[in-house]
Nanobody, 120 residues
Framework: QVQLVESGGGLVQAGGSLRLSCVAS????????MGWYRQAPGKQRELVAR???????NYADSVKGRFTISRDNAGNTVFLQMNSLKPEDTAVYYC??????????????WGQGTQVTVSS
């Protein structure tokens, strides 16, 4: 019903920047929250940042001041600008969104993940 397509991952040196994008498409009535999670090898998936439809944001303490989450005007694309990257930011980053579909229910959807690798 809803597809999430992520892009923008890659390999970068410590101190560098990357910008992740995630586009939601399909049977969307409204998008309530969009966010990014990450999972490093051997660790649990954790919240990185999320943004609600009204624009309020939440960030993990570890990325505050370095990462910025935003949405486009149409509201179906979420971006994660990552600056001052550190080796500990290395992980697979997953887009997540809470969507009310056109048939009524609300579901959580996940993207396929995009690898971010920060070299020291």
């Amino acid at each position: 019903q809803v597809q999430l397509v992520e892009s923008g991952g890659g390999l970068v040196q410590a101190g560098g920047s990357l910008r992740l994008s995630c586009v939601a498409s399909g049977s969307i009535f409204s998008i309530n929250v969009m966010g990014w999670y990450r999972q490093a090898p051997g660790k649990q998936r954790e919240l990185v940042a999320r943004i609600a439809s009204g624009g309020s944001t939440n960030y993990a303490d570890s990325v505050k001041g370095r990462f910025t989450i935003s949405r486009d005007n149409a509201g179906n694309t979420v971006f994660l600008q990552m600056n001052s990257l550190k080796p500990e930011d290395t992980a697979v980053y997953y887009c997540n969104t809470e969507v009310t579909v056109t048939t009524g229910p609300t579901y959580l959807y996940w993207g396929q993940g995009t690898q971010v690798t920060v070299s020291s």
